[in-house]
């Protein structure tokens, strides 16, 4: 039926109008409570076997929606409701901004793929930080985990870019489950420099700093997200820097800015668009970071896999190669509001015809057994 929807109605309208048709939708259905819970029931059925505890959380199972899809956290209950057991919302900055000019986001159909270069369009710390606390203090629909992913304004020049990140923490600490510190988006000038170990230890440190300082009585988990174009030594950079500063964690992987070597079929017009590509052809790459991060890291903190997760069987391959948890967006885009259920069908049977007791005791297996 989606497929249907998608071929002859959605994939004919531009990407972003189909996305906030789509996003308007899922948060009406799931301002109506009869109808929210029915949607649930069938959607997201829960399943004891997938039951995760990853940065000292609870969670129904380890498979959320990546950020990007709802940057102003409009959307958590909606999303909660398809069947995501973390939602992370963002990216926000401290200051509001509308993003690049359109059109902006763009399908690679042939590929199963999106070109995107929105620019961390959103409302901005504060005013995100005052809804996450309207919906806390009326109580969520549902109970899921919250992350919230922040990044640089984009008209902070890159020497103030701490204390942009600071004020954006000390903001939103307060209602995150968890908090993501986004350096890898290439869609914000010089964003990507902050990767550089030299620069992303006081950045990581003073977001650190502040959380503690914001929520003295609750330590919250802090993420760093990294980018697949990475060269090796930079990602084992970043992981013996994540264990030196006590992060609780990395998300492996962003967008690329690659387009060679990536077997895209699509538009050469489209392909050629300025953004980051997610989706399909991102799946080896992403994948490759992670076992690289988990070789490093080991258990020691978490790892969440993202970029490329299509289904049940890329979900599995993420945690037999080192993610905790593991996130999704752009196969949403392709395969509708009954892509949660199907992940998390065929992770259940998968997990059962394996010799591993749990996901947590899966976590790795392979990149082990691979290891000398």
Same mark, same amino acid.
């Given at each position: 039926?989606?497929?249907?929807?998608?071929?002859?109605?959605?994939?004919?309208?531009?990407?972003?109008?189909?996305?906030?048709?789509?996003?308007?939708?899922?948060?009406?259905? +799931?301002?109506?409570?009869?109808?929210? %819970?029915?949607?649930?029931?069938?959607?997201?059925?829960?399943?004891?076997?997938?039951?995760?505890?990853?940065?000292?959380?609870?969670?129904?199972?380890?498979?959320?929606?990546?950020?990007?899809? $709802?940057?102003?956290?409009?959307?958590?209950?909606?999303?909660?409701?398809?069947?995501?057991?973390?939602?992370?919302?963002?990216?926000?900055?401290?200051?509001?901004?509308? /993003?690049?000019?359109?059109?902006?986001?763009?399908?690679?159909?042939?590929?199963?793929?999106?070109?995107?270069?929105?620019?961390?369009?959103?409302?901005?710390?504060?005013?995100?930080?005052?809804?996450?606390?309207?919906?806390?203090?009326?109580?969520?629909?549902?109970?899921?985990?919250?992350?919230?992913?922040?990044?640089?304004?984009?008209?902070?020049?890159?020497?103030?870019?701490?204390?942009?990140?600071?004020?954006?923490?000390?903001?939103?600490?307060?209602?995150?489950?968890?908090?993501?510190?986004?350096?890898?988006?290439?869609?914000?000038? /010089?964003?990507?420099?902050?990767?550089?170990?030299?620069?992303?230890?006081?950045?990581?440190?003073?977001?650190?700093?502040?959380? $503690?300082?914001?929520?003295?009585?609750?330590?919250?988990?802090?993420?760093?997200?990294?980018?697949?174009?990475?060269?090796?030594?930079?990602?084992? +950079?970043?992981?013996?820097?994540?264990?030196?500063?006590?992060?609780?964690?990395?998300?492996?992987?962003?967008?690329?800015?690659?387009?060679?070597?990536?077997?895209? %079929? +699509?538009?050469?017009?489209?392909?050629?668009?300025?953004?980051?590509?997610?989706?399909?052809?991102?799946?080896?790459?992403?994948?490759?970071?992670?076992?690289?991060?988990?070789?490093?890291?080991?258990?020691?903190?978490?790892?969440?896999?993202?970029? /490329?997760?299509?289904?049940?069987?890329?979900?599995?391959?993420?945690?037999?190669?080192?993610? %905790?948890?593991?996130?999704?967006?752009?196969?949403?885009?392709?395969?509708?509001?009954?892509?949660?259920?199907?992940?998390?069908?065929?992770? +259940?049977?998968?997990?059962?015809?394996?010799?591993?007791?749990?996901?947590?005791?899966?976590?790795?297996? $392979?990149?082990?057994?691979?290891?000398?």
């Amino acid at each position: 039926m989606y497929r249907l929807l998608f071929r002859t109605v959605l994939s004919r309208m531009d990407a972003e109008r189909a996305h906030h048709l789509a996003t308007a939708w899922i948060a009406l259905a +799931a301002r109506v409570p009869v109808l929210r %819970t029915f949607l649930a029931a069938y959607l997201a059925p829960r399943r004891r076997a997938l039951r995760t505890e990853a940065l000292g959380l609870r969670m129904h199972g380890p498979f959320g929606l990546a950020a990007g899809f $709802d940057k102003n956290a409009t959307l958590i209950d909606g999303m909660a409701m398809l069947g995501f057991d973390h939602v992370e919302t963002g990216t926000v900055t401290a200051r509001p901004q509308p /993003g690049n000019p359109g059109p902006r986001l763009f399908r690679l159909v042939p590929d199963r793929a999106l070109v995107n270069r929105m620019g961390f369009n959103n409302d901005g710390s504060a005013s995100v930080a005052a809804r996450l606390a309207r919906r806390a203090a009326r109580g969520p629909a549902f109970r899921t985990t919250v992350g919230v992913n922040i990044g640089k304004t984009k008209a902070v020049p890159e020497a103030e870019a701490v204390a942009d990140y600071v004020t954006s923490a000390e903001r939103l600490a307060p209602y995150a489950d968890y908090l993501v510190v986004n350096v890898s988006s290439p869609n914000t000038p /010089g964003l990507r420099n902050l990767q550089a170990a030299e620069q992303l230890r006081p950045l990581l440190a003073a977001v650190r700093e502040a959380a $503690d300082r914001t929520v003295p009585g609750r330590r919250v988990p802090l993420l760093v997200k990294i980018a697949p174009d990475l060269a090796d030594e930079d990602v084992d +950079a970043v992981a013996d820097l994540a264990l030196d500063l006590g992060l609780d964690g990395i998300i492996a992987t962003n967008t690329t800015v690659a387009r060679d070597g990536l077997g895209l %079929t +699509a538009d050469p017009a489209v392909v050629a668009e300025t953004g980051g590509l997610s989706g399909a052809p991102l799946k080896q790459r992403s994948l490759e970071v992670l076992r690289r991060l988990y070789e490093r890291v080991g258990d020691r903190i978490v790892l969440v896999g993202v970029g /490329g997760v299509e289904d049940a069987e890329d979900v599995w391959r993420r945690i037999l190669a080192g993610a %905790t948890l593991v996130q999704g967006y752009s196969a949403f885009v392709y395969r509708g509001p009954l892509w949660c259920r199907s992940v998390h069908k065929g992770l +259940a049977a998968r997990l059962a015809a394996s010799p591993h007791a749990t996901l947590a005791e899966a976590v790795g297996a $392979d990149t082990r057994k691979a290891t000398p």
